[in-house]
């Protein structure tokens, strides 16, 4: 089985920056699409950014577009999600969740592997 673990969480003031970094066990980044979610308390699982097999095609949110970038290393495995910019809307706890259909998505029902979430708060 794939097994996801997110790292780097963390409490940062506004107008701050934070990496989150998304290992995986089993099947490599390198055969899947990946993506990042978030959920905040009471509200839904919200897309936040994807990236292709190959690394070379990404997509984001509109509410994190211009302010976050996902990336792989040179391994690609693990994948990151460089935060900057942060305000107080973007505290939630951030998933990383892999699909074995190549490909971008941006629907939670489409991936296929779900990481335990990282906690990412943000102060005034």
């Known amino acids: 089985q794939v097994q996801l673990v997110e790292s780097g969480g963390g409490l940062v003031q506004a107008g701050g920056s934070l990496r989150l970094s998304c290992a995986a066990t089993?099947?490599?980044?390198?055969?899947?699409?990946v993506g990042w979610f978030r959920q905040a308390p009471g509200l839904e699982r919200e897309f936040v950014a994807a990236?292709?097999?190959?690394?070379?095609?990404?997509s984001y949110g509109d509410s994190v577009k211009g302010r976050f970038t996902i990336s792989r290393d040179n391994a690609r495995n693990p994948i990151y999600l460089q935060m900057n910019s942060l305000k107080p809307e973007d505290t939630a706890v951030y998933y990383c969740?892999?699909?074995?259909?190549?490909?971008?998505?941006?629907?939670?029902?489409?991936?296929?592997?779900w990481g335990q979430g990282t906690q990412v708060t943000v102060s005034s």
């Open positions: 089993g099947r490599a980044f390198g055969d899947v699409a």
């Open positions: 969740a892999s699909r074995v259909t190549p490909g971008i998505a941006t629907r939670t029902d489409r991936y296929d592997y």
């Open positions: 990236i292709a097999r190959s690394g070379g095609i990404t």
